[in-house]
């Protein structure tokens, strides 16, 4: 049997062992693009864990340490690859609800309800990925029969590194590429983690891991930032930021305790999922919040801080209130979701949108086509679930449209979907000219049905290019890519490599551009001077039939230096 504090350093020690390896785990993506991909996502979702885990006392429960880990990892959540991940401890959250200990049967079922929830989210599964592994690490562990934790463990790595070893025989881009599943790998480093600790080993070391920019926004959302020169300690009216857990009964409300919160406070920030409502929140009288809370199921990980106390401190410390006001900022700039202020429902507007893009540029078009909020985040920068669930809750329509913009942030958008208190509709956009065409083809006056459809459709007729680099050398259906190489990509398929940029991207215009072709968009990037761009631009034009109507814009996005939208 496994303790509570057993599963608690178990989980960090996956979650330190993933992080120490993660660059290994990048490395073998197939495509050689520069993104922080399924190593960085894995580690980062369930790093998100790590200090509610470190929190609890060594006297909880197998119960308590699962729904800990599960909860946090399911906001934490980035890009599929991490979603997933999430997904598979969410099986032990439910499995080891209410038990002190577990045993290896605990275990299976753990292991079995993960499965279950993963293969539930993907839409249309594929086999020789992180699902097969878990899987077949799963039924072998259901099929043994063994009642010991550590050999029962023991068997789950055993199975899970021969359904990882097969993976290049399931999908035949693996075994051109000559790489194993990084999904599957990643898991398989995770699960190692833990099994040193069932072993009696103690817990991997940490030899650091990039910092998980999706940490709680509550802890920093709506907090006084004291910017005004005039602004006193008196001004301060609801001066006890208060912040806690309720873990909920039968019937409990979060819309209702987030109405009683609003009417007798500000800065409110609740967000709820299967079990738990965090609730954060600026009051002039805590005890009235918590009486109040009570009636909704107990209440754990309360923090309630004196404001004026804080200000008083900070004035006594010598620090001017400009320097104030950049502390916060400094500390708020690590959560994206600390961006965000919760806003209730408007009845009156029926629409609203959210989209996630990157670079200045980019973010000024979709705030031009009406998108209420956009998330910081795409190809290198998987924005979390709590950063995706932030932004919709932010803008006050009773229908949020979400546009991820790219193919790995999807599944991180429909659990946000789960977690919202208004309707939320996830647009597949898959690419950031898909999400603009969709945002053009929106119409005010048709219903949600009619929108979603014809948005989608709309967007499913842009063909998208992409102009890039080779992060490393490696080898692409039977093409040879070199560290540094420049890439093009048409719909995600690699098409062409160059040593020169502008004609790699006036190039794979003049092949996307067909008869029936009538709009041309170049997108330049940060590394892209305008007049390179504008030079890029006219070649274009020229390459293109007559009737073809070519644009630039300035979308300052990295990764890639040119995106060529094709309609």
């Not at 399911?74 to 599929?80: K, M, Q, T, V």
């Not at 994206?336 to 009845?347: L, M, T």
């Not at 329509?397 to 309707?423: G, S």
Request: proline share 3%; glycine share 8%; aromatic share 6%.
């Amino acid at each position: 049997m496994i303790s509570g504090k057993i599963l608690r350093d178990a989980i960090i020690s996956g979650a330190n062992n993933i992080n120490n390896q993660r660059s290994r785990v990048d490395e073998l993506n197939v495509f050689p693009v520069p993104d922080g991909d399924t190593g960085t996502n894995m580690g980062m979702t369930i790093g998100a864990a790590v200090p509610e885990l470190q929190a609890l006392g060594d006297d909880c429960t197998v119960g308590e340490a699962a729904k800990t880990a599960a909860s946090a990892m399911l906001r934490g959540a980035r890009g599929n690859s991490g979603v997933i991940t999430s997904l598979l401890f969410r099986g032990f959250s439910k499995a080891l609800e209410g038990k002190k200990e577990a045993g290896a049967e605990d275990l299976v079922c753990a292991l079995e309800k993960g499965v279950q929830a993963a293969y539930k989210a993907v839409m249309k599964p594929t086999e020789g990925t992180i699902l097969t592994v878990a899987r077949i690490a799963s039924e072998e562990a259901r099929a043994s029969g063994i009642a010991d934790v550590n050999d029962l463990w023991e068997l789950v790595l055993n199975a899970g590194q021969r359904a990882l070893d097969d993976t290049p025989n399931l999908l035949p881009v693996l075994k051109k590429a000559g790489v194993v599943d990084a999904g599957g790998q990643g898991i398989l480093i995770i699960f190692e983690g833990m099994g040193q600790v069932f072993r009696g080993e103690g817990i991997v070391p940490s030899a650091g891991q990039p910092q998980n920019k999706a940490k709680l926004s509550t802890e920093n959302a709506g907090r006084g930032v004291f910017t005004d020169d005039l602004m006193k300690v008196e001004d301060i009216k609801n001066g006890y930021c208060t912040q806690f857990l309720i873990h909920k009964e039968d019937g409990a409300s979060a819309a209702k305790m987030r109405a009683f919160a609003e009417s007798n406070g500000d800065s409110v920030v609740c967000i709820e999922d299967d079990d738990v409502i965090n609730l954060h929140v600026h009051t002039a009288d805590p005890g009235k919040i918590l009486s109040e809370a009570i009636k909704y199921g107990y209440l754990t990980n309360f923090k309630i801080e004196n404001m004026h106390e804080q200000f008083l401190a900070r004035q006594k410390q010598g620090k001017s209130l400009e320097k104030q006001a950049e502390a916060e900022k400094q500390r708020s700039s690590d959560s994206i979701a600390s961006e965000f202020i919760y806003a209730a429902v408007d009845p009156s507007r029926d629409y609203g949108f959210v989209a996630v893009a990157a670079g200045e540029g980019l973010k000024a078009v979709f705030a031009d086509l009406a998108v209420d909020a956009v998330v910081s985040g795409g190809q290198t920068m998987n924005p979390a679930t709590e950063d995706i669930l932030a932004a919709v809750q932010s803008v006050p329509a009773k229908t949020v449209f979400v546009l991820p913009n790219n193919k790995n942030i999807i599944m991180a958008a429909e659990q946000a979907e789960k977690l919202a208190d208004r309707q939320v509709v996830v647009l597949p956009t898959r690419t950031i000219p898909m999400g603009i065409t969709a945002m053009l083809n929106f119409d005010p006056t048709a219903s949600v049905e009619a929108n979603t459809i014809n948005m989608m459709k709309a967007a499913d007729n842009v063909s998208t290019g992409l102009i890039t680099y080779a992060a490393r050398d490696s080898e692409y259906d039977g093409r040879r890519i070199r560290k540094g190489e420049i890439m093009s990509l048409e719909n995600g398929k690699i098409v062409a490599t160059s040593n020169d940029l502008t004609k790699a991207a006036y190039r794979l215009a003049r092949s996307m551009c067909k008869k029936d072709s009538s709009f041309v968009t170049v997108i330049s990037g940060c590394d892209v001077s305008d007049e390179d761009a504008e030079r890029t631009t006219e070649m274009i034009k020229a390459k293109c039939p007559s009737h073809v109507e070519v644009s630039h814009i300035r979308g300052g996005q990295p990764v890639y230096y040119y995106m060529i939208s094709v309609e």
